[in-house]
């Protein structure tokens, strides 16, 4: 089976499937087509070879070509140190090389890893973007210790699969835009302050002259608090977080 075959991206234009706006700033761009990354890396015991590195306008990562020994190509998330001719596999005895995909639990203490999934077999979910890399942190009982690129700790199920190394294109993040007709072409609608709409459409608006926002503490479009904690106190990934980023929080 060949999963390189390219989609067309559909485009909600940041709107519900009731014709509201449930996300703003998004909408236009150019067309795009879709590529399917093997995020599950599923081809097992099977070694792979790196056809090619190419652009994906879907991400800010590169990714990789790979053609395995059976003929089936798919694309994966190209890492630091992947070239063309590089071999990669996903296994659990496999060697802990750039590209290569293991479960935690064969990962040794240290490791850089990334495409971290959080429910087996769903597919990695983390650590994905440009230059990013957790690190495998340490091992408890039931749990793998991870560190991610936040600085969050966070214990994952050990049967999770992880790809060794860090994300390619590591420069992306210096990248200069240049002008706002590109970021135009990239979907991305302009946004407005505030403090410069009337009241009707933000907390902060409204006001003689330059009142600023008017209030004690910013709030989101929709009215709810933007500053301080945020995160929802009974969020069922608490329990997975051994320390918060920043290091001041422990949870158990």
């Known amino acids: 089976m060949n999963n390189l075959k390219h989609k067309k991206l559909v485009k909600s234009g940041g709107r519900s499937n009731s014709g509201k706006v449930t996300v703003r700033h998004q909408g236009g761009g150019e067309k795009r087509l879709m590529r399917t990354i093997d995020f599950k890396r599923s081809k097992k015991d099977v070694w792979g070879r790196v056809e090619a590195i190419e652009y994906d306008p879907n991400r800010n990562a590169e990714i990789a070509r790979v053609v395995y020994e059976d003929g089936d190509r798919r694309y994966i998330i190209a890492s630091v140190g992947l ?13 802990t090389e750039t590209g290569n995909a293991l479960p935690l639990k064969a990962i040794p203490v240290g490791t850089q890893i990334h495409n971290v999934e959080i429910v087996p ?31 969050e700790i966070r214990r994952f199920s ?89 290091g001041k929080s422990i949870l158990g």
């Not at 590089?86 to 060697?95: F, H, L, M, N, R």
């Not at 769903?122 to 440009?130: E, I, N, P, T, W």
């Not at 060794?164 to 407005?192: F, H, L, T, W, Y």
Request: charged letters at 25%.
């Open 83 to 95: 070239v063309v001719g590089s071999k990669v596999i996903a296994s659990e005895v496999a060697p």
């Open 121 to 151: 077999g769903k597919g990695g979910q983390m650590v994905k973007g440009a230059g990013s890399a957790a690190t495998v942190f340490g091992r408890e009982d039931l749990w793998i210790m991870v560190k991610l690129p936040s600085g």
């Open 158 to 246: 050990p049967e999770c699969i992880a790809e060794i190394g860090q994300v390619g294109n590591v420069d992306a993040k210096n990248e200069v835009i240049g002008k706002a007709g590109r970021v135009r072409r990239m979907g991305v609608r302009p946004s407005v302050r505030g403090v410069a709409m009337n009241p009707h459409s933000h907390p902060h608006g409204g006001g003689e002259g330059r009142s600023g926002i008017g209030m004690k503490h910013p709030k989101t479009v929709y009215g709810r608090s933007a500053v301080g904690k945020t995160r929802a106190k009974t969020r069922y990934s608490n329990r997975m977080i051994v320390q918060r980023r920043g």
